[in-house]
């Protein structure tokens, strides 16, 4: 059941639809430009980058099938999705696929380092947006949350296993782990800390921004 009707309530409305899948949008762009890039990927896309190399399918498609199956472990977890957890599970992969099939690979160094800050610095605009609005996390990050809950363990450490063991088999099956991943790690949450007031729109006259904490990876 999706999180509280309030939530889809109110004249911040279409603003607040319209932040959502612009940064859902952005998101897949910004992940596409990253794997494009060559030096590691952000660390669910090593996962999802390995499974699509062994299934033959795109890696859009395996982001999408990941985020259903995540999202289906909610419910053991008692989590409850928001729209913008639905539409991350299918947005992030659409976008994704259609901004691989049209930017190419770069051959040259340079370029390769420009798409991958260009992507990383996309990234936490969109993180930010998509944050901001309130429409509920990404499958990713509410299985996150949900075991903090279930197992009474830190939030730290529950992320990190997660993302330990995501990247670790990403990486056996063939997902490309490299300067990226790291850059990613150590920098998106700086990136987005600053930028998530900013960006914060909810139906309340005098909206409270949400905690900023380490952005969600889809």
């Known amino acids: 059941m999706l999180q509280a009707t309030s939530s889809l309530t109110g004249r911040r409305l279409p603003r607040r639809l319209v932040q959502l899948y612009a940064g859902l949008a952005l998101y897949g762009v910004s992940m596409a430009l990253i794997v494009r890039s060559a030096l590691g990927n952000m660390p669910w896309d090593v996962l ?93 990050d509410g299985l996150m949350t949900g075991l903090v809950r279930r197992t009474g363990g830190s939030v730290r450490l529950v992320r990190t296993s997660i993302e330990v063991a995501v990247v670790a088999v990403g990486w056996l099956l063939g997902g490309t782990l490299g300067l990226g991943t790291v850059l990613y790690a150590v920098a998106i949450g700086p990136l987005v800390q600053p930028l998530l007031p900013r960006l914060t729109v909810s139906p309340a006259a005098h909206p409270t921004p949400p905690a900023a904490a380490r952005p969600p990876r889809g």
């Open 48 to 140: 999802h980058q390995g499974l699509a190399d062994r299934l033959g399918w795109s890696i859009g498609t395996v982001t999408i099938a990941v985020g259903a199956l995540v999202l289906l472990a909610w419910i053991p977890l008692r989590q409850r999705p928001g729209l913008g957890t639905v539409s991350n599970v299918v947005v992030l992969g659409l976008a994704m696929d259609a901004t691989l099939a049209l930017v190419a690979a770069p051959g040259s160094l340079p370029v390769r380092i420009a798409f991958l800050t260009g992507g990383v610095l996309l990234n936490a605009v969109a993180t930010a947006a998509y944050i901001g609005v309130r429409f509920g996390p990404g499958p990713r």
